[in-house]
């Protein structure tokens, strides 16, 4: 279920939007619950989303109905700014998650009549392209504990949670994403941890703290 929260017509947006766009721009925020889909494959490219709170992963179902998960979005992220008209992967949030959403035409328009604006959207896309070379990578070249070793440094990184990490995905979401098996995945997991280089906190297996995370950066290197 969508739910609208807010709606502004002239107020500063923050992080990227505000800087790619400036204060006046139309926005409005929703909040979607757990599962709800934000936007599906192939329809038009409307709206550029950010996020507030939460997560959003964005994904392909493949043609024998495996899903292969392309990225996650985590608060601050941008996405559905996409070069095409219509989107490539459905994006839909992982847990209760609130957006703010602007109209493409209006961001590009912004930008357009700002100094250096068409510059940080192209910026932005060239992001895009670069996490996908480099899961395309992660996919074609690592065994499996390099892989999961890699997420997790992802995570840490991107979730800037110093001491105890808060995964916001499932291990489903995770073994989607890496391309393996859940077993395979769980098995990655408590390996890592036997060998001392994580420890859960809780029974979710969700909250993780890295012990090691030198060790970590070698299965990566």
């Not at 109209?103 to 896309?125: N, Q, Y």
């Not at 899961?135 to 892989?147: D, Q």
């Not at 991107?158 to 098996?181: E, F, H, K, N």
Request: proline share 2%; aromatic share 6%; with cysteine.
């Amino acid at each position: 279920m969508l739910l609208r929260t807010n709606t502004s017509s002239s107020r500063p947006v923050d992080g990227h939007l505000a800087a790619l766009a400036g204060e006046n721009v139309f926005c409005s925020e929703f909040r979607y619950r757990r599962g709800t889909e934000v936007f599906g494959e192939g329809e038009e490219t409307e709206y550029v989303y950010q996020i507030i709170s939460g997560a959003v992963r964005t994904y392909k179902l493949l043609s024998d109905g495996r899903r292969q998960i392309n990225s996650f979005h985590l608060p601050g992220d941008m996405f559905g700014l996409e070069n095409g008209v219509t989107h490539r992967f459905t994006a839909e949030a992982i847990v209760e998650t609130r957006v703010r959403i602007t109209r493409r035409r209006s961001l590009l328009d912004a930008t357009r009549d700002r100094e250096g604006g068409v510059a940080k959207v192209i910026g932005l896309v060239t992001q895009s392209l670069q996490h996908a070379e480099n899961h395309m990578l992660l996919l074609g070249r690592k065994t499996a504990l390099e892989r999961v070793a890699a997420f997790l440094l992802e995570m840490d990184e991107r979730l800037s949670q110093p001491y105890v990490m808060i995964l916001p995905m499932s291990r489903r979401d995770i073994a989607d994403y890496l391309g393996l098996t859940l077993e395979t995945v769980s098995r990655a997991f408590s390996s890592l941890r036997d060998e001392k280089m994580l420890q859960f906190d809780g029974p979710t297996q969700r909250r993780i703290a890295l012990t090691d995370r030198g060790r970590l950066g070698d299965l990566n290197a």
